[in-house]
């Protein structure tokens, strides 16, 4: 592989015997940069975006305790490891507190050197990755608050486009979660990550599930603006409910939620819009999710039954409930509880339930929680 497109690592050492030590064990896996001290660490850091910084701690003028403070300032993801001569524990403590992820007692052993750097750099691409997408989903949420405050968010235009943006928001807040637990499997796995791979695996799938949902509803969008309507087809709401709340349930025990799900025995089949549908269900328990976050044991409850011809989905939380003059106003557009959010989330739901020949209903208590009733007529059997 090119050097250019290998991952880069910084050493930072005023002693040319472990800084060419250290060049020569990683040179094979990755582009490595050499710095003889601290302020020359710091120009290539900011000028070379380094995945991971090998710094040590003893040099003359400024030591290695006061580049660390220096170096997470100019990059708060990069990981670094320190490399010390001390035995002391106090000295590793110190310099966790301080930013630093990982720290190497001198003499170090090669196979442990390369395996924590591999670990390491795997981290740091994670971290950014997880901050790249944090950033996007601010700039989308300013876009889009920005539009809705120069335009009519239900004129036509504007509030499809306003849809298709909240819409997405949902899967990448999904993407930003299991990023997260991916960073944090990398972490704590270390050598043993061939152990946890199935567990990565599947946090893999999550993310490209929740980014295929990006696509679904940018295509069904984009198709619907041709043809004016999507297509219905037999929808089975049992698949859809299992599928949607077991691609959430890490998620939302990212925030301190479970999702628990309770579902009447028979066949659920409605005559819809699957994406439509999808993204109703999907807002529901968004809001629950952010309903419970200040809980100590926040507990969501989606349950699915029969009520003559009508399938009626609940979804339930203990989160902090509504006052009746919030609960009246909820389905407004523009209207959220939300700090960051648009208002488009319940009036979604109601325009999805009425669009299938449907009902949505509210209820709920201040500090108790909410109930959120879907009621869909039923294919005939």
Request: proline share 4%; glycine share 8%.
């Amino acid at each position: 592989m090119e050097a250019s497109l290998l991952p880069t690592v910084l050493v930072v050492d005023d002693e040319r015997g472990p800084r060419e030590s250290l060049r020569i064990l990683l040179k094979n896996e990755f582009r490595v940069l050499c710095a003889d001290s601290t302020d020359a660490g710091n120009r290539l850091l900011v000028e070379e975006k380094p995945d991971t910084v090998i710094l040590d701690i003893r040099m003359p003028g400024k030591n290695g305790m006061a580049g660390l403070r220096e170096m997470r300032g100019l990059d708060p993801d990069v990981s670094i490891i320190l490399l010390t001569g001390y035995s002391a524990l106090e000295t590793a403590q110190e310099a966790i507190r301080l930013g630093a992820n990982d720290y190497v007692k001198k003499p170090f052993d090669a196979p442990e050197m390369l395996e924590m750097v591999r670990r390491h750099v795997a981290r740091t691409q994670m971290e950014r990755c997880r901050r790249k997408a944090e950033d996007e989903l601010a700039q989308l949420n300013r876009n889009l608050h920005d539009e809705i405050t120069r335009k009519d968010p239900l004129a036509a235009m504007g509030s499809r486009m306003a849809e298709i943006a909240h819409d997405i928001r949902n899967p990448l807040m999904l993407v930003i979660g299991y990023v997260d637990l991916l960073a944090e499997q990398l972490r704590e796995a270390g050598p043993r990550l061939g152990e946890q791979w199935p567990t990565t695996q599947s946090y893999l799938q999550m993310i490209e599930s929740s980014v295929a949902q990006c696509k679904e509803m940018a295509d069904a969008w984009t198709a619907m603006g041709r043809n004016g309507q999507m297509a219905r087809t037999p929808v089975d709401l049992v698949a859809l409910i299992v599928d949607l709340t077991a691609t959430m349930s890490s998620w939302a025990a990212l925030q301190g939620a479970e999702i628990r799900t309770q579902i009447e025995a028979g066949a659920f089949r409605v005559h819809a819009m699957h994406l439509q549908l999808m993204r109703a269900i999907q807002n529901l328990l968004v809001n629950a999710i952010a309903a419970v976050r200040e809980k100590k044991a926040g507990l969501i409850l989606v349950s699915l039954r029969r009520e003559a011809d009508q399938a009626v989905i609940e979804v339930k939380d203990n989160g902090c409930g509504m006052t009746a003059h919030k609960l009246a106003q909820v389905f407004n557009p523009n209207v959220t509880g939300k700090p960051d959010g648009v208002g488009l989330g319940l009036h979604v739901v109601r325009q999805v339930a009425a669009e299938h020949g449907g009902t949505v209903k509210l209820s709920s208590d201040p500090g108790l929680g909410t109930i959120a009733t879907v009621r869909l007529p039923l294919m005939a059997s």
